[in-house]
């Protein structure tokens, strides 16, 4: 049967089923892309790797300190004290770790507890959200940061340390120090970080040294 081959080879020569076909291929290949980068990343999605001063020791997946929702974007840092004078990263982190179990209905938890010998603790991925900053939950990164006294201001030693997290996350994420490091205040008029509430020139400085900061690791990570 002679006819259905010529009609066939005739079809491969004017030739558009070729280019059909690879035009199929390519927009299935585009959308498997764009799915797989909006899907939503729950807690399997890969973290971000942090400086190596920073101890991770996640919170167990719950309701109450660590939801599992994924941090779709991240526009900003705040900053928050513990308002528990003297107490160490660690037992803040373990009181997170408590309130998974339901019974004082309270939900709170941070990224991140800067401690009194400027030690860091990692309690929620950066790709999920923590129960810290009310509204700004959804796009920010927090840190809890630990202080001596009543007064609620950082030990140098935690406020360097504080600084270098802050700036290290503004060059990881692309943040402005002047406009994206805020305060737990800045989002509901709380006060918190209470020193830096009360002291606006305090707080000014923080950023300012932060954005110093952000220079420094530059220089160093050129020399390196
Ligand atoms: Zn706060």
Request: charge should be negative; charged fraction near 30%; aromatic fraction near 8%.
């Amino acid at each position: 049967m002679p006819e259905p081959y010529r009609r066939r080879r005739r079809r491969r020569r004017d030739g558009p089923a070729v280019p059909l076909l690879l035009g199929a291929v390519l927009l299935c290949l585009t959308a498997a892309v764009v799915w797989v980068l909006l899907r939503d990343r729950g807690p399997e999605a890969e973290d971000v790797p942090v400086p190596e001063y920073v101890e991770k020791d996640y919170l167990t997946v719950n309701p109450y300190s660590r939801p599992g929702d994924a941090l779709e974007e991240i526009n900003g840092v705040v900053i928050h004290y513990v308002g528990n004078p003297g107490t160490t990263a660690h037992a803040n982190r373990n009181y997170f770790a408590s309130l998974a179990s339901g019974r004082e209905n309270t939900y709170a938890s941070s990224h991140f507890i800067v401690g009194l010998d400027g030690e860091v603790i990692q309690c929620v991925p950066l790709t999920e959200i923590a129960y810290a900053s009310n509204t700004r939950n959804g796009d920010t990164v927090s840190i809890e940061v630990c202080h001596p006294d009543e007064t609620g201001e950082f030990s140098p030693v935690t406020y360097d340390r504080t600084v270098e997290l802050t700036a290290w996350l503004c060059r990881e994420f692309k943040l402005d120090p002047e406009t994206d490091v805020i305060r737990h205040y800045d989002v509901t008029g709380k006060e918190c970080p209470r020193y830096y509430v009360e002291h606006p020139e305090a707080w000014d400085a923080f950023r300012a040294d932060v954005a110093s900061e952000m220079e420094r690791q530059k220089e160093a990570e050129k020399n390196s």
